[in-house]
């Protein structure tokens, strides 16, 4: 199973890196669910040194990240940036871009040492690389989210933009007699019986004319 794995692989990192054998319990708590925990410690630990970590998946170059482990929000860039806990009582309200986004202050360390009470959520100081999430899309979250579930929409929006670019693209390379027949010159004699014939008995004349309207193929 995935997350039996997922556990043993953490189990291993533990046991070969000492920093991580000595990790604080209540950071561990808030690491063990992350998919980057080795990140998720730096970050809890005040690391906050740029890593830089280029994933492949599904033939796309993952650069920006589109998750946040808990206790952390995307701040764009790429960056997740941590949310303190503030005791304000009933009158302190929750930083806009974090309101609404599913973070809570439930089970976290609040600041100047007092416990219990409303929390009202601000953004931190602590910053750290977005990961990535395989069960999410492939794309940039939302400023404030957690990570990028939900845009499931805004992803095959993008991928339809992007092949309707390619695609684009790709006609406006040959020549507009080919492009009816998506750049093929063997498309374009296929449907003109004359000219295929005519291509057959002059191979190198018709193999010029290839090249003259750019064919792909």
């Known amino acids: 199973m ?7 692989a953490l189990a291993v990192l533990i046991a070969s ?6 990790v604080d319990p ?4 808030l ?12 970050a809890m630990k005040g690391d906050t040194t740029p890593i830089t970590e280029t994933r492949m998946r599904m033939g796309l170059q993952d650069e920006l990240g589109n998750a946040c ?11 997740c940036r941590s949310i303190k806990c503030i005791p304000m009582g009933i009158f302190g309200s ?7 986004k599913g973070h ?5 360390n609040i600041e100047y040492g007092i416990i219990g009470g409303r929390a009202t959520m601000r953004w931190g100081n602590q910053y750290m690389k977005a990961i990535i999430d395989p069960n999410c899309p492939n794309i940039e979250p939302h400023l404030g989210d957690l990570n990028s579930c939900g845009r499931e929409k805004d992803y095959k929006a993008k991928q339809e933009t992007e092949a309707a670019r390619k695609e684009k693209e790709l006609l406006e390379s040959c020549d507009f007699k080919i492009r009816a027949y998506q750049c093929s010159f063997n498309a374009y004699l296929d449907a003109n019986p004359a000219l295929k014939r005519w291509a057959e008995l002059n191979p190198e004349m018709a193999e010029k004319e290839r090249q003259k309207l750019g064919s792909l193929d």
């Open 94 to 100: 929750n930083e806009p871009q974090l309101a609404g």
């Open 104 to 108: 809570t202050c439930e089970g976290r």
């Open 26 to 29: 209540k950071i561990h708590k």
């Open 69 to 79: 482990p808990a206790g952390y929000a995307y701040s764009g860039g790429g960056q």
């Open 31 to 42: 690491c063990v669910e992350a998919k980057d925990y080795a990140g998720c410690v730096r």
């Open 17 to 22: 890196n000492p920093a991580f054998a000595e």
């Open 2 to 8: 995935v997350v039996k794995g997922s556990f043993i």
